[in-house]
T-cell receptor, first 112, second 116 residues
Framework: KAGVTQTPRYLIKTRGQQVTLSCSPI?????VSWYQQTPGQGLQFLFE???????NKGNFPGRFSGRQFSNSRSEMNVSTLELGDSALYLC???????????FGPGTRLTVL | AQKITQTQPGMFVQEKEAVTLDCTYD???????LFWYKQPSSGEMIFLIY??????QNATEGRYSLNFQKARKSANLVISASQLGDSAMYFC?????????????FGQGTELSVKP
């Protein structure tokens, strides 16, 4: 089975721009979660989508949004980028009968 | 509040020796899952081992075992026979919404260095 894939792997943007990151879960997995990892704040949960609906949400501003498509692929969008949004963004997928989240390789976003 | 605490920012271990990475957690939920992940310098989070709060036995996966002490709210990772490739960041995590995918709460991590 192929693992979780994320595109792009690296991104450089400037302040004020917006960005869209993509995540394809493991085949058959319907839950996709997103996390932000920074040196200062560590790993923080952004949101989770299950069957195209947001099921859980972390404590991030409204500039961070996401969606999930019928094939379970998910995108997250960050609008009006700030320098502090520079981070590794990880997505993870979970199967129906297990509790384990499997992560993708991440997208490293740099905001200049 | 739900929280994961890893008190060892960095650790060294000699190759082929065993090492224990500490993790304590705080939750008032009766059902939860505990996880350990490895993050090499490449950035990908690699799942190592899982323990459910109702599991009676400690989880084991190859060279990894989880020392689960529910009353003390600790879930330490034991790596036996360390290898050079074990050098990485290790994160303890908790899912407070048992078996509903969702949201993991992570500790700050422990950087393990394996010496030849």
């Amino acid at each position: 089975k192929a693992g979780v894939t994320q595109t792009p792997r690296y991104l450089i943007k400037t302040r004020g721009q917006q960005v869209t990151l993509s995540c394809s879960p493991i085949s058959g997995h319907r839950s996709v979660s997103w996390y932000q990892q920074t040196p200062g704040q560590g790993l923080q949960f952004l949101f989770e989508y299950f069957s195209e609906t947001q099921r859980n949400k972390g404590n991030f501003p409204g500039r961070f949004s996401g969606r999930q498509f019928s094939n379970s692929r998910s995108e997250m969008n960050v609008s009006t980028l700030e320098l502090g949004d520079s981070a590794l963004y990880l997505c993870a997928s979970t199967g129906l009968v297990e509790d384990t989240q499997y992560f993708g390789p991440g997208t490293r976003l740099t905001v200049l | 509040a739900q929280k994961i605490t890893q008190t060892q920012p960095g650790m060294f271990v000699q190759e082929k020796e065993a090492v224990t990475l500490d993790c304590t957690y705080d939750t008032s939920d009766p059902s939860y899952g505990l996880f350990w992940y490895k993050q090499p310098s490449s950035g990908e989070m690699i799942f190592l081992i899982y323990q459910g709060s109702y599991d009676q036995q400690n989880a084991t996966e190859g060279r990894y075992s989880l020392n689960f002490q529910k009353a003390r709210k600790s879930a330490n990772l034991v790596i036996s026979a360390s290898q050079l490739g074990d050098s990485a960041m290790y994160f303890c995590a908790m899912n407070p919404i048992y078996n509903q995918g969702g949201k993991l709460i992570f500790g700050q991590g422990t950087e393990l260095s394996v010496k030849p």
